[in-house]
């Protein structure tokens, strides 16, 4: 009882410091049922709300809490794991309720609500603060809902579509790039939305720091590209200077076309990520590695099937040439993911040991992964001996590294984080120079048959290990 009476003379911007310093829903709960005043200043200050299957009955249980917390600003309603037994879903009815009393609403998630439909996008469109949307997998949504929704929320600068199904670009691309808010584009596994229909964005490409673009590879289909389209991209109507992360997936790059417009633009870009991207050229990223400069972050995964007769005429993958151009012009690169797609055999490498020697020893590299990059071998692990910033190695699939090289570890500086996995040419032997000696923080061991739990025991001072030999099949 002293100690509420002590809470009850302490002033509400104090008690609001006391209570921010709380991040974990369930203790908030619990203090603020600890007395009147801490619920009621809770219940004011509550400014974020994560609600999801147990919202039941949806609409009524969504007014209480609105009712509860007025001065929410970010929602998450998320129906993941939603099974018919547990009630009816949040339907566009509730979209009417969270936007009459949620005034201050600037962030909203919502995924897996299948019952929400363009209706229930319309009533959202009078949350004139909305200033971040976040959609997964809600796949009665389409072009028009969206349209409606960016016409009314005009502050829109973050907006992520995953898994949309029947949301087409048409007019609501092209009308969220007139006004010129975009920051942060996501479009994953939108099947009715291509790599061309993102010239739509116009002006906005001056805006955009963040894209993410992942096609579905089960759907990915050859656009069409009218001469008109091209001419838009070739043009320079694509004024990405701003552009700092982006991210592609199973997307299909032209020469002097969509995407790969975008690529030789960028002058800013920290983080890259090109997945399973068809048609990459040395030109594109030679192009890219010259006009950003600054680039801190490369990841690259491979694919094994060059065999699309578009691309027959053009030259094909990629080689040292692009590895040497980002040594050459990446002097703040620290962050490097190369991988090759299952399937790739060891003849088909794009890129041999002298290439990525050339980057590690040009670059300040921090983190470094390889995933089937059957060219790195004990001599490249001997050259890491002098990445003298190296602080995580990761490798996967890496054949050709044996306890030679695994021995070597000791050797590199500040090494803190190592993981293998399914690497088939090492054994307990390799870990033994790490004995008792502490160096890593932490040692991560997946799949790899000839290592053992007891063989990593004071290799590092903490250890993971799994085995599952069945890739092995």
Known sequence: MGRLLLMDGLPDQLVWEILNRIKKTTDRNSVSLSCKRLNNL???????????????????????????FPNLTKVEITYAGWMSKLGKQLDDQGL?????????????????????????????????????????????????GILSLVVGCKNLSILHLIRCLNVSSVEWLEYLGKLEALE?????????????????????????KRLQFEVDPNYRYMKVYDRLAVDRWQKQWVPCENLQELSLVN???????????????????????????????????????????????????????????????????????SLKALAQNCSMLESIKISYSDGEFPSFSSFTLDGILALIQSCPVKELSFDQVYSFNDVGMQALCLAGYLETLELVRCQEISDEGLQLVTQFSRLRILRLSKCLGVTNDGLKSLLSSYKLEQLAVEDCPQITERGMVGAARSISFRQDLSWMN
């Open 42 to 68: 809770d219940n004011e200050q509550r400014q974020s709300l994560r609600v999801g299957c147990g919202l039941d009955p949806a609409n009524e249980a969504l007014t209480s809490l609105c009712n509860r």
């Open 96 to 144: 009417s309720i969270l936007s009459s009393r949620c005034p201050s609403l600037t962030d909203l998630t919502l995924s897996y609500c299948t019952f929400i439909t363009d209706v229930g996008l319309c009533y959202l469109s009078s949350c004139s603060r909305l200033s971040a949307l976040r959609l997964n997998f809600n796949p009665r949504l389409t072009g028009c």
């Open 251 to 321: 997307c299909i790059i032209s020469p002097g076309r969509g995407l790969a417009c975008v690529l030789e633009k960028c002058k800013n870009l920290d983080k890259i990520h090109l997945d399973m991207c068809v048609g990459v050229r040395d030109s594109d990223i030679i192009g890219l590695a010259q006009k950003s400069r600054n680039l801190r972050s490369l990841s690259l995964r491979v694919p094994s099937d060059f065999s699309l007769p578009l691309f027959m005429n053009n030259p094909l993958g990629l080689t040292d040439e």
């Open 184 to 208: 942060d584009l996501t479009i994953k596994n939108c099947r009715a939305i291509g790599e061309g229909d993102l010239i739509k964005l116009g002006p906005s490409w001056r805006k955009i």
